[in-house]
């Protein structure tokens, strides 16, 4: 078993304690511990985030990051490699709240118009009962499955009491318009959940598209994120103004993306690196050298990151879930 030393357990029980950090208060910590900083040196980076991995691939726990999908900024977390969303949350829910938050969960990712968001009083009324366990022996004397009375029993003042701790625990998100969203905790610790329930990925980084802009094809199931098209566009060099740029899919159908002010001037700031840049080519070939794969920290650290480099896109299922 890999042995760490002090530093880096300092990042383990930061991250234990706080939770999912955004990645400058990482970074911060990073340089407080070693002098250096991910930007200026970002081999000694990585090969610190692998040694944590590999001591905690021990007890089938990662130090991952990902891209929040309604803000694009990247976090760390360390998250259970059980790939169950059941075993994620522990033993701190009941089996009624570990319900609600599931049906929450499969409502956003099933709505076709990738949103990310369901409302709260939608959320409050989404029924425990189709949650039953599938595969379950007991039944009914009508041949359904059982419903356990902690399911039945489970009343609005008990739904807004989860939507409030699931909140405050990161797994959900409340958006500026009240929305109820997929917190941080759920995209770090969820990833192989979207993929085996077939969530529909995001053309150009190959996450889960739970918010992401939609092909406007009928019948294309194509989705990239905001901010993928946002950095999609600024990579091509192709924003001639501040007005509309455009760049097409695997259909063939043009994407549009407004450029503010702000964005352009954005861009033409310097920031740390969380992959390497792709060489300018043609659009087809530009946009499959943006694609990447699982994102599995276990290689390198920068794997678990959105966007990491010299990964191979994943086969994945285009159909999104009924």
């Not at 890999?2 to 950090?21: D, F, M, V």
């Not at 910590?29 to 002098?35: R, W």
């Not at 059980?82 to 969960?105: H, M, N, P, R, W």
């Not at 033409?268 to 659009?283: A, R």
């Amino acid at each position: 078993m890999t042995e760490l030393n002090w530093r880096h357990q300092t990042i383990i029980q930061a991250l234990l304690s706080r939770g999912p950090l955004k990645e400058d208060q990482f970074h911060r910590i990073f340089t407080g511990l070693t002098g250096k900083t991910p930007g200026s040196d970002r081999r000694r980076f990585d090969d610190f985030l692998l040694k944590i991995n590999k001591a905690l691939s021990y007890v089938q726990f990662e130090l991952r990051g990902c891209r929040f999908q309604y803000d694009g900024q990247v976090y760390y977390g360390v998250v259970n490699n059980v790939s169950d969303e059941e075993s994620k949350l522990g033993t701190k829910y009941s089996v009624a709240q570990i319900a609600f938050y599931k049906a929450i969960i499969e409502a956003i990712v099933q709505d076709g118009a990738a949103q990310g968001t369901i409302s709260n009083i939608d959320a409050l009324n989404l029924r425990l009962e189709n949650q039953v366990l599938m595969g379950t022996t007991s039944q009914s004397h009508g041949g359904l499955p059982h419903v356990p009375p902690a399911l039945k029993n489970f009343s609005i003042s008990m739904k807004e009491k989860t939507l409030d701790e699931l909140v405050q625990d990161q797994w959900l998100s409340v958006t500026p318009d009240n929305y109820i969203g997929l917190g941080v905790r759920s995209f770090l610790d969820l990833r192989s959940w979207f993929r085996s329930n077939d969530v529909p990925a995001c053309e150009v980084c190959n996450e889960a598209g739970v918010k992401a802009a939609l092909c406007q094809k009928e019948g294309c199931t194509a989705r990239i994120h905001e901010y993928c098209l946002k950095k999609l566009f600024s990579e091509r060099k192709v924003m001639i103004n501040l007005f509309f740029s455009k760049t097409e899919n695997s259909c063939g159908t043009q994407w549009q993306y407004t450029v503010t002010k702000a964005e352009a001037v954005e861009d033409d700031e310097p920031n740390y690196p969380t992959q390497s840049q792709p060489p300018v080519g043609s659009k087809k070939k530009r946009l499959r050298r943006n694609e990447i794969g699982d994102g599995d920290i276990s290689g390198s650290s920068q794997a678990s990151l959105p966007g990491g480099p010299n990964l191979r896109r994943s086969t994945r299922s285009s159909i999104r879930l009924q």
